[in-house]
């Protein structure tokens, strides 16, 4: 079995170009079918980019509604 590439949530998605944003910003959350969300600097660092991005809530919803397999441990 492999490792996984990547331990940060799949919905986090980079910022590519940042002139766009108010605010600079290094990603955000994007849930099929739900609000484009931009998570604080510090959750980005601390959940979404770890593997505790699995504890999160809208991870999880979103997993239920996307149908993604959550990776086996």
Do not use: N
């Amino acid at each position: 079995m492999t490792e996984p590439k990547s331990q940060e949530c799949p919905f986090l998605v980079p910022v590519t170009a940042d002139r766009i944003w108010i605010f600079p910003v290094s990603a955000f959350c994007r849930r099929p079918g739900h609000a484009t969300r931009v998570p604080a600097p510090g959750t980005i660092a601390s959940v979404c980019t770890r593997p505790e991005h699995c504890e999160c809530a809208g991870y999880r919803a979103g997993l239920a509604e996307s149908s993604l397999e959550e990776p086996s441990a």
